[in-house]
């Protein structure tokens, strides 16, 4: 089952860089730049979905010029902290912004 979501991801991060045809968004440099950022949000989506601890459909993940920001909400600060270590961890990851809310 986890490897079943996880090919669902980079499949759907596949057909986002065919359709666009490797287009230079957010003030990125080259069009391997943005597939770097696509292969490092994937990455860390597909972690973040075989960590039973971390609600991967709550936490939105975008990745620029290797620089993640995470966002949306967490039940805890546990898993806020899970979610950062999770995306510190994946390969080429420069720097990780944790704007994760957590909810009461």
């Given at each position: ?15 986002t860089i ?16 943005y597939v ?15 960590d039973k ?52």
């Amino acid at each position: 089952m986890k490897y079943a979501r996880t090919l669902v991801l980079a499949a759907m991060t596949g057909i986002t860089i065919l359709s666009t045809g490797c287009a230079v968004v957010r003030g990125q440099e080259t069009a391997g730049s943005y597939v770097d950022d696509a292969a490092i949000t994937t990455a860390v989506k597909a972690k973040m979905v075989d960590d039973k601890t971390v609600a991967a459909s709550s936490i939105s993940v975008e990745t620029l010029n290797g620089t993640v920001q995470l966002s949306g909400f967490a039940k805890s600060s546990a898993e806020k902290a899970q979610a950062e270590y999770i995306a510190r961890g994946v390969k080429n990851v420069r720097a990780v912004r944790n704007d994760i809310v957590v909810r009461p």
